[in-house]
T-cell receptor
Framework: QKEVEQNSGPLSVPEGAIASLNCTYS??????FFWYRQYSGKSPELIMF????GDKEDGRFTAQLNKASQYVSLLIRDSQPSDSATYLC??????????FGSGTRLSIRP | EADIYQTPRYLVIGTGKKITLECSQT?????MYWYQQDPGMELHLIHY???????EKGDLSSESTVSRIRTEHFPLTLESARPSHTSQYLC????????????FGPGTRLTVL
C-alpha cells in the first residue's frame, strides 16, 4: 500500500461546478497536509496546507482534513478552465518526511 | 512568494559528460531537496539536506551526488550522464518548522543523447 494515495484521474468537471479531489494516507501520526497544483511541464506550486481537523478555506479552495479516517480533500468551487492541472497531495509523516502522492489530473470542460 | 532558482532551465548533453545542476534559494531555508519527475509521472525524492554539511539519499536510487557547503546552495552532480538520466529535475526548499511547507524551483529539463 502506498503511503499517500490519490486517484490518478482524469477527473472531468464542467466549468462552474465544484471539483472534489481526494487523498488518503497510511501513517496515522502524520502531522501536516499539503495540496500543490502542477501545470504540464511546470513545477508544483503550493495551494494550501492544513494540519487541524476540519475545513480550511482560501478563496475558491477548501481543504478538508479528517485524521480519524486518514483522509484529506480539496474542493475547488466555481471551477475554471485555468484550474485544469495535476493536483498533488503531500503529507508530512510521523518521521517528518514529506511524502507526495502521484497526483490527480483535473480537467475543467467549458 | 518563494525565491528559489535553478540553472540551467534546459540542458541537452551527450552521454558520458559530467554535469552539475544548480539550485539556490534566498529565503534562508534550512532544508533543501532534489526530485526527479518524468512527464506525467510522480515525483521521486533523490537527495535532501537538513542544513549545511548534511546530505541524505532519498527513496529513488540515483547515480547523482549533492553537496551543501552553504545554506543557500544545493548543487546536484552527475559524474557520467546517461540517456536514462533524461528527466525533469526539481529543487525545493523548506524552513525547519512545524508545517515544513516546500517551495519548488522552476526545474531543469535534462536530455542526455
Amino acid at each position: 500500500q502506498k503511503e499517500v494515495e490519490q486517484n490518478s484521474g482524469p477527473l472531468s468537471v464542467p466549468e462552474g461546478a465544484i471539483a472534489s479531489l481526494n487523498c488518503t494516507y497510511s501513517d496515522r501520526g502524520s502531522q501536516s497536509f499539503f495540496w500543490y497544483r502542477q501545470y504540464s511541464g511546470k513545477s508544483p506550486e503550493l495551494i494550501m496546507f492544513i494540519y487541524s481537523n476540519g475545513d480550511k478555506e482560501d478563496g475558491r479552495f477548501t481543504a478538508q482534513l479528517n485524521k480519524a479516517s486518514q483522509y484529506v480533500s480539496l474542493l475547488i468551487r466555481d471551477s475554471q478552465p485555468s484550474d485544469s492541472a495535476t493536483y498533488l497531495c503531500a503529507v508530512k509523516d510521523s518521521a517528518s518526511k514529506i511524502i507526495f502522492g502521484s497526483g490527480t489530473r483535473l480537467s475543467i470542460r467549458p | 512568494e518563494a525565491d528559489i532558482y535553478q540553472t540551467p532551465r534546459y540542458l541537452v548533453i551527450g552521454t558520458g559528460k559530467k554535469i552539475t545542476l544548480e539550485c539556490s534559494q534566498t529565503m534562508g531555508h534550512d532544508k533543501m531537496y532534489w526530485y526527479q519527475q518524468d512527464p506525467g509521472m510522480e515525483l521521486h525524492l533523490i537527495h535532501y539536506s537538513y542544513g549545511v554539511n548534511s546530505t541524505e539519499k532519498g527513496d529513488l536510487s540515483s547515480e547523482s551526488t549533492v553537496s551543501r557547503i552553504r545554506t543557500e546552495h544545493f548543487p546536484l552532480t552527475l559524474e557520467s550522464a546517461r540517456p536514462s538520466h533524461t528527466s525533469q529535475y526539481l529543487c525545493a526548499s523548506s524552513r525547519d518548522r512545524a508545517t515544513d511547507t516546500q517551495y519548488f524551483g522552476p526545474g531543469t529539463r535534462l536530455t542526455v543523447l
